[in-house]
């Protein structure tokens, strides 16, 4: 593997060439994702009319069935019960006149849910820099590719920090990235200690005058105080060594694992501080209701979706269309 040296500016040229995906691509991915979304969807659709019977009664019987449909779409239980009830009070001061106009009125209902959780502001403007936390396997070294993708696609300086020092190959796989990429990658030995490798990367972030560092940690939830001690840690490095910069700290789950992956973000919200969610591997056979679920349940926005295995496969979310991939 090369040695991040002085190639950090040769670099960053590289990625000011980067342009904007066009709308075009934009949509490409909508469509990945909708393609994922779709046994969510259908399964939802048949269900819905299926309770429905093509005329719009809503007694309790159907009521009830929405609602275990809804649950079946991994949107929660409480998320579910809520919606139903949002739903029922609707339906009291107007006509719901079909199944299409209550689809839609569920996806007005929803993405409203989703536009309630706090602002995640400007995801561009630098200097930031972004932990990466997540357990095992959920996508969080995939992720920073497809972030500093996102970034030099918008003309930002990125760096990346091999923080997840536990395993060699998680390093070799995160300087892989960085290698492709273009971007560099700060890391030191397999064992070291990641607020040390924290601490490189911010020194060099400010001499190659990076927008952008990505730190990489361990996805180790078993000893939650040993993964508080170590975010402390790197966190009393960011305080001393990039003051004034934004931080943020995203938390990865994958979607596939369903109600799984909201107990796992219930119990990092408990240890960390987290800023948002990247919501990874929706391109497969995942659930799509999970996003509605961690916005309701955690109130944390949902920033990003992973679509695929690629550093292009990442959907900035959107609410609205999020929502109308679920049930138009
Ligand atoms: N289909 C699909 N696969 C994904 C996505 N994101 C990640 N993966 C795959 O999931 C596997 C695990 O991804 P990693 O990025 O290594 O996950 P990690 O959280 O860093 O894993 P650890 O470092 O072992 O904790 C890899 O095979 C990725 O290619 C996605 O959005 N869609
Ligand atoms: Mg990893």
Request: proline letters at 2%.
């Amino acid at each position: 593997m090369k040695s991040q040296g002085t190639d950090g500016l040769e670099r960053l040229e590289l990625a000011s060439e980067a342009t904007l995906p066009s709308t075009e691509e934009k949509r490409g991915l909508w469509k990945k994702l909708k393609r994922g979304l779709f046994m969510t969807h259908t399964e939802l659709l048949g269900r819905m009319d299926a309770a429905l019977k093509g005329r719009v009664v809503l007694d309790d019987e159907t009521l009830e069935y929405l609602e275990e449909s809804l649950i079946s779409a991994d949107l929660g239980v409480e998320t579910s019960l809520e919606l139903v009830e949002r739903l029922k009070e609707r339906s009291r001061d107007t006509d719901i006149a079909n199944p299409a106009e209550l689809r839609r009125i569920l996806a007005v209902e929803i993405s409203d849910l989703l536009d309630k959780t706090p602002k995640p502001g400007d995801l561009t403007t630098g200097p930031m820099i972004t932990l990466v936390v997540g357990v095992n396997g959920v996508g969080k070294t995939t992720t920073i590719a497809k972030l500093a993708r996102w970034l030099l696609d918008r003309k930002q300086a990125v760096l990346l920090a091999a923080g997840d020092t536990f395993r060699a190959a998680a390093i070799e796989q995160i300087a892989l990235w960085g290698e492709r990429l273009g971007v560099g990658v700060i890391r030191q030995k397999a064992g070291g200690d990641p607020a040390a490798v924290v601490f490189d990367a911010v020194q060099a972030a400010k001499a190659r005058r990076i927008d952008h560092l990505i730190v990489d940690t361990a996805g180790r939830l078993h000893t939650k105080s040993h993964l508080m001690e170590e975010l402390a840690k790197i966190g009393r490095v960011i305080d001393r060594e990039a003051e004034g910069w934004r931080r943020r700290t995203l938390l990865v789950l994958d979607a596939t694992t369903g109600h799984n992956a909201l107990a796992q973000a219930k119990e990092f919200a408990k240890t960390v501080e987290l800023d948002g969610v990247v919501l990874t591997k929706l391109d497969g056979t995942a659930k799509g209701g999970m996003a509605v679920a961690v916005a309701r349940d955690l109130g944390l926005p949902v920033l990003f979706l992973g679509v695929g295995e690629l550093p292009e496969d990442l959907v900035e979310f959107d609410s609205r269309e999020f929502a109308a991939a679920l049930f138009d």
